[in-house]
T-cell receptor, first 112, second 112 residues
């Protein structure tokens, strides 16, 4: 069966510091991978998605970037965090024709 | 008009009753529809997917799709306190490829 991991689970970072969040998927090959952010009391915002190694599509202009160095690894990064970057960051994967997406446990980021 | 709309609630139902959650979407060409359940502080969990008009049943859950009226609903029979959560409707819009567009969710409270 497929499993998706995210780490860390929680993170408190000062404004201006860098960020690296990692997501890995097990049990499937060539998945589509997604990064979402959910701000407090808000809906899910798609940040990036990837259909293959090195292929990244950005949905929202911001100070975040994403990379996919391996088939089942997706990384979200920032060089300098802003207060507005606080939120719940979710990685998801999908595969196959129907594109059902499955979410990881998430990383709760607080920028202070 | 939002692309995917849900009443934010909260929707309160007594234990054992049927909970009815509704979602409307703006893109008439949409073909794929999903319901996610999100407990407070947790990541969304896929509970139902539906692709053709009519009803789809899975245990206590029934998804209903009406493409002509552009709405999708989720019925929860014999509601339990453990069903208390936020329910997110998601749609793949025309030309959206693999991307889901989420509503902001409906909070359901099942009361003893």
């Amino acid at each position: 069966s497929q499993t998706i991991h995210q780490w860390p689970a929680t993170l408190v970072q000062p404004v201006g510091s860098p960020l690296s969040l990692e997501c890995t998927v097990e049990g499937t090959s060539n998945p589509n991978l997604y990064w979402y952010r959910q701000a407090a009391g808000r809906g899910l915002q798609l940040l990036f998605y990837s259909v293959g190694i090195g292929q990244i599509s950005s949905e929202v202009p911001q100070n975040l970037s994403a990379s996919r160095p391996q088939d089942r690894q997706f990384i979200l990064s920032s060089k300098k965090l802003l207060l507005s970057d606080s939120g719940f960051y979710l990685c998801a994967w999908s595969a196959g024709h129907f594109n059902e997406q499955y979410f990881g446990p998430g990383t709760r980021l607080t920028v202070t | 008009q939002k692309e995917v709309e849900q009443n934010s609630g909260p929707l309160s139902v007594p234990e054992g009753a049927i909970a009815s959650l509704n979602c409307t979407y703006s893109d008439r060409g949409s073909q794929s529809f999903f319901w996610y359940r999100q407990y407070s502080g947790k990541s969304p969990e896929l509970i139902m997917s539906i692709y053709s008009n009519g009803d789809k049943e899975d245990g206590r859950f029934t998804a209903q799709l009406n493409k002509a009226s552009q709405y999708v609903s989720l019925l929860i029979r014999d509601s339990q306190p453990s069903d208390s959560a936020t329910y997110l409707c998601a749609v793949i819009l025309t030309g959206g490829g693999n991307k889901l567009t989420f509503g902001t969710g409906t909070q359901l409270k099942v009361e003893l």
